[in-house]
């Protein structure tokens, strides 16, 4: 794959990605899964594990997507892509904004993408656990659908930073959600349940 | 404030920080308390802009760029937030490298479901303060529905929340 079919997906991909960072991660795991340049399983990981990254999670997620894609030139061309059309629209709006807030129609739009955003989070949340869970192993998908809620609930209710519920999560996953030792005696190498993550 | 001070100020709050609003505490210790270039205002009408704005929301920092040094500032903090992202490359190799690892499958597995339930918290922070009017969470309700049944177009429904949201306001029906 090319650097710049990344740079031209991406700036495609930041242009669209009205609704603030549920917008753009929405945008982003839609064009990705649709391309199949990532399953969703993918994705999933790759959100996750940016969170423990320093700065803005959405662009090292881009920089992963990159670097699985095109190692690299592609990580440069992906969060480059992610940036600029998004940070020209920012500017124009920065030099604008007096204008569209005393406008009672601005206000008006803004106040209703807001219900959107919810809904697309909430949405790509579903998409997520759908592409990324294995379904087959039954007492692994209820075991990780509860941390689901607990996170959930650590971070919406009790204020818990999401590095937090990530990391947690990763170290409750390495004791209670990696595969029986049995089952894979007969699989070696072990190979993720179709379905998940892992080197494309 | 020159490029290069800019630069250091907002590559200090993005690595120091994890998510996009994590770095304004930061920013605004440095700009406004400590130095003094921004108001409180300045702020506020930045968080505002990067809601508003496509991308990440974190990229509220450009307009902090903005209004504290013109294109400079612009460019200064679009370049250190960009660079610590890099050390994402890290993470990508270690687990590639060690996929298929019964404990690295656990692990993935960890971060999935943490993932799931960190978008359905980020839903809610959205969902809790803007559907407190029967209007707002009309809006709610039905674009979930649509996202979810149907496969229409993200930034269609985006797009329609927003036009029926007008429509509302010219008929007197509060939003908000």
Redesign the interface.
Known sequence: MPAWKLLVVFSWI??????????????MH?ELVRRHWLTS?QF?????????????????????TG??LRG?PG?IAA??G??W???L???V???G?AQ??SN??G????????????????????D??KG???WKDRR?AIL??L??????F???ALQV???V??I????????????S?QR?ASRV????TKG????P | MSFVELFLVFLKASLLSSGGLQSLPLLRDDLIVQRGVLNEGDFATAISIGRVAPGPNGLFVLSVGFYAGGIAGILAAALAVMLPSFLAIGLVRAHTHLAGRPWVVGLTRGVTASSVGLLSALGYSFAAPSVAEPASFGIFVISLALLLMTKVDALLVLGGGALVAVILTLVGVPLA
Do not use: H, K
């Open positions: 930041s242009a669209r990605s009205w609704g603030g960072g549920s917008g753009t991660i929405y945008a839609q399983a999933t990981l790759d959100f996750g594990l940016a969170r423990i990254v320093p700065g803005i999670n959405l662009l090292a997620t881009a920089v992963m670097y699985r690299v990580s969060i480059t992610l940036m059309p998004a940070s629209i920012t500017v709006i920065t030099i904004f569209i807030m009672s129609i206000t008006a739009m803004v106040q209703g993408a807001v219900p959107v955003t919810a809904a697309l989070t909430f949405a790509l949340a579903r997520m656990a990324s869970v294995p692994i990780m659908a941390y689901a809620v607990v996170c959930f650590l971070v919406a930073s999401s590095a519920g990530i947690a999560g990763a170290l409750l996953g390495i004791v209670v959600f990696r595969p030792e894979d190498p072990p190979t993720p998940e993550g892992g080197a």
